[in-house]
C-alpha cells in the first residue's frame, strides 16, 4: 500500500495500519540516529520518540512532499533535542568510546566501513547531517534543504566542505 492510502486510512480511523507504517520505516529512521549519535542505545530511544511523535500527529499531517522527508524531519528535531538537552559538545564529542563491532554488525555489517564511520564522526555536526541525509539516506539536495530549513546553496557548500574533508582524513590514514 502506498504512504498516501495508509496515511489516509489511519486518518480515517484504522489505526491498526499504523504499525504497518512503522515498520516501513522503522530501519531508516534508526539508521539515521545511529549515525548521528554513534551509540545504539540512544538512537533506539530517539527513534521510539520520533515515531512517538507520528502517531501523536498522524492526523493533522497534511501530504505536501515524501512522507519519509516528514520522517527524518522529525527524526533530525529528536536528535538536535537530546543534543541540546543533554548539552554535549559536539565538537568534542568522544567518537570511538560509543562504537564496537557488535554495533556494526547490526546495522548491515558496518565492520568494513568503520574508517568512514569515523572520518564522518569526525565533521562539524552541520556537514556530518548533510552526508548522512545525502548518502545514507539518499535524499536529494533540495529534499535536505527542506528538511533541514536552509537553502540548496548552503546544502551543497556544506556536502562539499564535508566531502573534502573525509577526503582528507581518509588520505591521511585517520587525522583530519
Known amino acids: 500500500m502506498e ?7 489511519i486518518q480515517h480511523g484504522e489505526k491498526e495500519l499504523l504499525e504497518e507504517l512503522i515498520q516501513k520505516y522503522y530501519d531508516n529512521i534508526y539508521k539515521f540516529c545511529y549515525y548521528k549519535t554513534g551509540n545504539a542505545s540512544i538512537s533506539y530511544d530517539l527513534t521510539q520518540e520520533a515515531f512517538l511523535k507520528l502517531i501523536k500527529y498522524i492526523g493533522s499531517y497534511k501530504d505536501k512532499g515524501k512522507f519519509r522527508n516528514y520522517l ?10 537530546y543534543f541540546y538537552k543533554n548539552k554535549v559538545d559536539l565538537e568534542e564529542m568522544d567518537i570511538n568510546k560509543n562504537y564496537n563491532k ?11 566501513k ?6 564522518l564522526n569526525r565533521l562539524p555536526e ?3 547531517e548533510v552526508i548522512i541525509l545525502r548518502y545514507y539516506e539518499d535524499l536529494k539536495i533540495k ?4 528538511i533541514l530549513d536552509e537553502k540548496v546553496p548552503t546544502i551543497k557548500s556544506r556536502l562539499k566542505q564535508g566531502l ?12 583530519l
Open 164 to 175: 573534502e574533508k573525509m577526503s582528507r582524513y581518509l588520505k591521511k590514514g585517520g587525522s
Open 3 to 9: 504512504d498516501k492510502e495508509l496515511i489516509y486510512k
Open 126 to 128: 552541520k556537514q556530518k
Open 102 to 112: 557488535n554495533d556494526f554488525n547490526e546495522i548491515e555489517k558496518l565492520e568494513e
Open 72 to 81: 527524518i524531519t522529525i527524526a533530525v528535531n529528536e536528535c538536535n533535542t
Open 143 to 146: 529534499d535536505m534543504a527542506k
Open 114 to 119: 568503520d574508517i568512514i564511520v569515523q572520518a
